[in-house]
C-alpha cells in the first residue's frame, strides 16, 4: 500500500506488546485542527478474508471496548466484549465472515491514545493529547482497511458509539458496506447522555490523583463507571435481579458498607474497571461521543447524510434503552426513508437495558444473524448470475 | 401465493418502487422482488413477522402505520399497497390520505361486508358474522370500520379520489367492477381491490 508503512510487531509497552498494530504513515487532519502522523491503530481480525474479499465485516467498539471482540483478551485475560454475538457459529459467524476490529483512536489498547507517550516530549500524552471525534476514529479505521486492501466491507456493525461510527462511515463512505448496522445509538448525542457523561468526567478529574505523575486516578474512574453502568441498565432489570437484596449478610449493620447486593455488583464494576481502562482515555472517548452530531455535519438535514449510499441499513434498537430509546434510532430510520435508502428496523423486547446489544439476548442473536445471512447470500448470488 | 397477491402483483409495473403496508411475513413483497425486480420497502407492528421479513433479505420498518406513514415523503413510492387493514384503523381515513401522499398510486383491498353471505349471517342468525375472511367475534375483532365495496366506491367520489381500477375476487375467481355492475359486485364478491390515485 503506498504510504502506509505497513504491519508491525513492536515492544513499545510491554502490557501491549504481541498484539496486532498498524503504523499509519500517512497523516489525518483531526477535527479539532490539529495533524497527526505515524500514529499505531491497534486492530484484531477473526476468521478469514475469502478470496472474493467480500466477507469482511467491520466491527466498530464502544465506548470502553476493543478490538478483541470475542474469545479470551490477550491483555485482560476476560472474555471479548461481544463474545455473545461474534465466533464460530454465533450470529457474527466467524466460519463465515472476516471480522475486523480496532481500537479506536483516543482508545488504550493499544491505539493512538492519551496513554502513549508523545515523541516530542518524551512523556505520556495525558490531557496533551488531541481531542479527537467520532469522524477522526473513523477515518483513522480507513487507513486499516487500505492496508488489508479491503474495498468492499459486508457490513460495518456496532452498538452504542460503535453504531456511531456506523453512520459516520456510512456517511462518508456510501459504496464501501454492503450493509450497516447501527445498534441501539443516535445521531447526535443527547444532552441527557452529554450531561451523564460529564458526570463520568468531573468524577476523574475530582480524583486528588487525576493528572499527577505516576498516579492514577482509579477512585474517580471507578465512579464513573459505576455511574455510567446504571444507565447501561434498566429499572425492571436492576429490580429483578438485585430488588432490596442484601450482599452476604441477614440485616442491615447501619453503616455505609456495601449492604445491598446492587451496591457491592457496582463497587466491583468500578474496581476491575480501572484494571483496564486508562482513565484519560475515558476524557478523551466520551468527548468524541458527546461531539458527535452528524444531522449538524449534513447542515442540520440527516437524510443528507445517507443521500448517495446503498448501503442497506438494518437498525435495531432495544426496548428497555433508556439511554440511546427507541425514539433515537427511530429518528435514523426516518432520515433514511426520508432519502429513500433502504432500511429495516426492529425494537427487540429486552428489560436488560442498553446493554442489551452485549449479552445473550436470543431475539437480538437471531435477528442480527438472519440479517447478516441475507446480505452473504444476495452478493454471493449476486456473483453467480 | 394467495390470489389476491397474484392480482396485486400484476397491477404492479416491473422496476417501481412499492411500500407495502402491513407486509405480514413478506410474501407479497419477496414475490415482487424477485420477479418483477420491484424496489420494496414494508411496513409491519409485529415484531415476528418484521423478523421473518428481515430474515428473507426484505427491508422492513417495524411500526404502526397510523404513527409511521408520516415519515415517508410525497410520492416516494410508485405504489403504496394496503392488503386487507384499512378497517382495522382507528382512523382509516387519515391513513389513506397518507397512502395516498405517499404513493403515486395506491393500491387498497377490502374485505367486503356487502358480501351475501354475510348479509345472510345476519339477517337470519342475526349475530355479527363470521366468515373465512372475517373469522373474528365482535369482541375480539380487530376490524373497527368494516365497510363494503359500495361504501368504498361511494368514498372515493366524494373524496374526490380517482379510481384507476377496481376488481373483485370471488373464490379466488377475479373480475372487474363496473360503474354498472358495482351493485351485483357488492353482493357477490369477498373481496375489493381497488388502485386509486
Excluded at chain 1, 476468521?47 to 490477550?74: E, R, S, Y
Excluded at chain 1, 437480538?364 to 448470488?381: G, P, R
Aim: charged letters at 20%.
Amino acid at each position: 500500500m503506498p504510504g502506509l508503512a505497513g504491519f508491525f510487531l513492536f515492544d513499545m509497552n510491554s502490557e501491549t506488546k504481541n498484539i496486532k498494530k498498524l503504523i499509519i504513515d500517512q497523516s489525518l487532519e483531526l477535527d479539532c485542527g490539529k495533524v497527526i502522523k505515524k500514529f499505531p491503530l491497534a486492530y484484531e481480525t477473526y476468521g478469514t478474508l475469502n478470496n472474493k474479499k467480500n466477507n469482511a465485516v467491520l466491527a466498530f467498539h464502544a465506548l470502553t471496548g476493543d478490538q478483541f471482540v470475542t474469545g479470551t483478551n490477550p491483555i485482560t485475560k476476560r472474555e471479548g466484549w461481544w463474545s455473545f454475538a461474534v465466533g464460530p457459529g454465533k450470529a457474527i459467524d466467524t466460519n463465515k465472515y472476516f471480522v475486523i476490529c480496532a481500537n479506536v483512536l483516543g482508545g488504550c489498547m493499544g491505539s493512538f491514545g492519551p496513554k502513549e507517550i508523545n515523541p516530542e516530549t518524551k512523556k505520556i500524552f495525558s490531557t496533551t493529547f488531541p481531542v479527537i471525534t467520532i469522524k477522526d476514529m473513523v477515518k483513522a479505521q480507513k487507513f486499516l482497511l487500505d492496508h488489508l486492501e479491503i474495498k468492499k466491507l459486508l457490513a460495518v456493525v456496532g452498538g452504542s458509539m460503535g453504531g456511531m461510527q456506523v453512520l459516520q462511515f456510512t456517511s462518508m463512505y456510501p459504496d464501501m458496506a454492503c450493509s450497516s448496522i447501527p445498534i441501539a445509538c443516535s445521531a447526535s448525542h443527547s444532552a441527557q447522555n452529554i450531561a451523564l457523561n460529564e458526570l463520568g468526567r468531573q468524577a476523574i478529574m475530582a480524583d486528588p490523583n487525576w493528572k499527577k505523575e505516576n498516579l492514577l486516578p482509579d477512585k474517580g474512574l471507578a465512579v464513573a463507571r459505576m455511574a455510567a453502568h446504571i444507565t447501561y441498565l434498566s429499572k425492571q432489570g436492576l429490580q429483578e435481579k438485585f430488588g432490596r437484596k442484601l450482599q452476604d449478610k441477614g440485616s442491615l449493620k447501619f453503616s455505609f458498607d456495601a449492604d445491598f447486593q446492587i451496591e457491592s455488583y457496582l463497587r466491583y464494576q468500578g474496581a476491575t474497571f480501572v484494571d483496564r481502562f486508562d482513565a484519560n482515555s475515558y476524557l478523551y472517548i466520551t468527548r468524541a461521543m458527546d461531539y458527535f452530531d452528524l444531522q449538524k455535519q449534513f447542515n442540520g438535514n440527516l437524510s443528507l447524510a445517507f443521500k448517495k449510499t446503498k448501503s442497506k441499513f438494518f437498525v435495531i434498537s432495544f426496548s428497555s434503552d433508556w439511554l440511546y430509546p427507541t425514539s433515537e434510532n427511530k429518528e435514523i430510520v426516518i432520515a433514511l426513508n426520508a432519502c429513500g435508502a433502504n432500511v429495516g428496523f426492529v425494537e427487540i423486547n429486552s428489560e436488560k437495558g442498553h446493554d442489551s446489544f452485549l449479552l445473550n439476548v436470543p431475539e437480538f442473536l437471531k435477528t442480527l444473524s438472519e440479517f447478516l445471512n441475507s446480505i452473504y447470500n444476495e452478493i454471493n448470488n449476486e456473483k453467480r448470475i | 401465493m394467495k390470489k389476491e397477491f397474484k392480482v396485486i402483483s400484476q397491477i404492479i409495473k416491473k422496476n417501481k418502487r412499492v411500500l407495502d403496508i402491513g407486509c405480514g411475513d413478506g410474501t407479497l413483497m419477496e414475490y415482487l422482488k424477485q420477479n418483477q425486480q420491484n424496489d420494496v420497502r414494508g411496513l409491519e407492528p409485529k415484531k415476528n413477522l418484521v423478523q421473518k421479513c428481515i430474515a428473507r433479505g426484505l427491508p422492513v420498518i417495524e411500526g404502526d402505520a397510523e404513527k409511521e406513514l408520516i415519515q415517508f415523503p410525497k410520492k416516494s413510492f410508485d405504489y403504496a399497497v394496503l392488503s386487507q387493514t384499512l378497517q382495522a384503523f382507528i382512523n382509516p381515513e387519515e391513513v389513506l390520505n397518507q397512502l395516498l401522499r405517499i404513493g403515486k398510486q395506491t393500491i387498497v383491498t377490502i374485505p367486503n361486508f356487502g358480501y351475501w353471505k354475510i348479509r345472510m349471517h345476519l339477517l337470519f342468525k342475526g349475530t355479527m358474522p363470521i366468515t373465512k375472511n372475517i373469522p373474528y367475534e365482535w369482541y375480539n375483532t380487530p376490524n373497527l370500520h368494516m365497510c363494503t365495496i359500495q361504501d368504498f366506491v361511494n368514498f372515493c367520489n366524494n373524496k374526490n379520489i380517482k379510481i384507476d381500477k377496481s376488481m373483485c375476487l370471488t373464490n379466488e375467481k377475479i373480475s372487474e367492477i363496473t360503474t354498472k355492475n358495482v351493485r351485483y359486485k357488492n353482493i357477490f364478491s369477498q373481496l375489493g381491490i381497488f388502485l386509486i390515485e
